[in-house]
């Protein structure tokens, strides 16, 4: 069993910066596959960034590459999403979710933290 806090999101004016974190706790954390998805107001949640368990990078939304980096901790069980460069239409509530390695599906998902980008 995981359980995901996110923390970090708040109001930033367009080309500045967040960093979003998600503090899992879990004997497991460790093995388990970590995401940040965000789901903008009206639009079906999107799946940003995807890391393993080593911190291998699998996925980055084209939408975010080269402005958004993911990282974890294992030791202190955190995921952390830096993101710049943010532009208004990053504005969404950023959930973070995580899976183990043999499932198919993300089983655990924190409560969301809203990112807003002002123009």
């Known amino acids: 069993q995981v359980q995901l806090v996110e923390s970090g999101g708040g109001l930033v004016q367009a080309g500045g910066s967040l960093r979003l974190s998600c503090a899992a706790s879990?004997?497991?954390?460790?093995?388990?596959?970590m995401a940040w998805f965000r789901q903008a107001p009206g639009k079906e949640r999107e799946l940003v960034v995807v890391i393993t368990w080593s911190g291998g990078i699998t996925y980055y939304a084209d939408s975010v590459k080269g402005r958004f980096t993911i990282s974890r901790d294992n030791a202190k069980n955190t995921v952390h999403l830096q993101m710049n460069s943010l532009k208004p239409e990053d504005t969404a509530v950023y959930f973070c979710?995580?899976?183990?390695?043999?499932?198919?599906?993300?089983?655990?998902w924190g409560q969301g933290t809203q990112v807003t980008v002002s123009s």
């Open positions: 979710a995580a899976r183990p390695g043999s499932a198919a599906s993300y089983a655990y």
């Open positions: 879990g004997r497991s954390f460790s093995s388990y596959i």
